[in-house]
């Protein structure tokens, strides 16, 4: 993870003057889109001049600092934790990040999907013609290789958009990554 530099420009708002140039800056865990996952401020570069403009009270300051970024690499292994297993695949979180997908044809061949479990079982040939049930539970360490990422732009939607009946439900994601499983 290597820091970015970005600028960005931040109101402050009426009150909380004299925190510490790292408190004002609001873009950490947030998904910058095509940039990646925003972890930790790494430094302030400059701040600009403040403007307080008419009827606002606010001060608006640009603000020069970098940021340490999540974003694996295609095909990098990572290690992380199965957060949750379902039909659509093996859940797998970061602790920091929790949208990780690992596809079910992604996985040990074969598997299945056991519903009274909830978990993914991978059948293992032992060599001796019978096989041995190995479960994919909530907890367990795993590695995995990242083969593809997503951004998706979410943009909130005003009240007059919506049509009459229309539900406001769709949550895109704005990054998530689908990634193979590995045994390494």
């Known amino acids: 993870m290597i820091p970015q530099l970005r600028r960005f420009k931040k109101s402050i708002e009426l009150g909380i003057f004299g925190l510490d140039d790292g408190a004002v800056i609001c873009h950490l865990f947030q998904v910058v889109l095509n940039v990646g996952l925003?972890?930790?401020?790494?430094?302030?570069?400059r701040l600009e001049e403040s403007y307080i403009f008419p009827g606002d009270g606010a001060s608006h300051t640009r603000v020069h600092f970098r940021y340490i970024v999540?974003?694996?690499?295609?095909?990098?292994?990572?290690?992380?934790?199965?957060?949750?297993?379902?039909?659509?695949?093996?859940?797998?979180?970061?602790?920091?990040f929790d949208d990780i997908l690992i596809p079910p044809t992604s996985l040990q061949h074969p598997s299945r999907?056991?519903?009274?479990?909830?978990?993914?079982?991978?059948?293992?040939?032992?060599?001796?013609?019978?096989?041995?049930?190995l479960f994919m539970d909530a907890g367990e360490t795993i590695r995995f290789r990242v083969t593809a990422e997503a951004f998706h732009e979410t943009c909130?939607?005003?009240?007059?958009?919506?049509?009459?009946?229309?539900?406001?439900?769709?949550?895109?994601?704005?990054?998530?990554l689908t990634v193979l499983y590995t045994l390494i």
């Open 38 to 45: 925003c972890i930790a401020l790494f430094d302030i570069k």
């Open 70 to 96: 999540f974003r694996p690499a295609i095909e990098e292994i990572i290690i992380g934790k199965i957060r949750s297993c379902s039909q659509e695949g093996v859940h797998v979180t970061l602790g920091f």
């Open 113 to 133: 999907f056991s519903e009274t479990e909830q978990a993914w079982i991978w059948e293992y040939d032992t060599g001796d013609g019978s096989k041995h049930d």
């Open 156 to 176: 909130p939607t005003g009240p007059g958009v919506l049509q009459d009946g229309q539900d406001n439900t769709e949550n895109k994601i704005p990054y998530s």
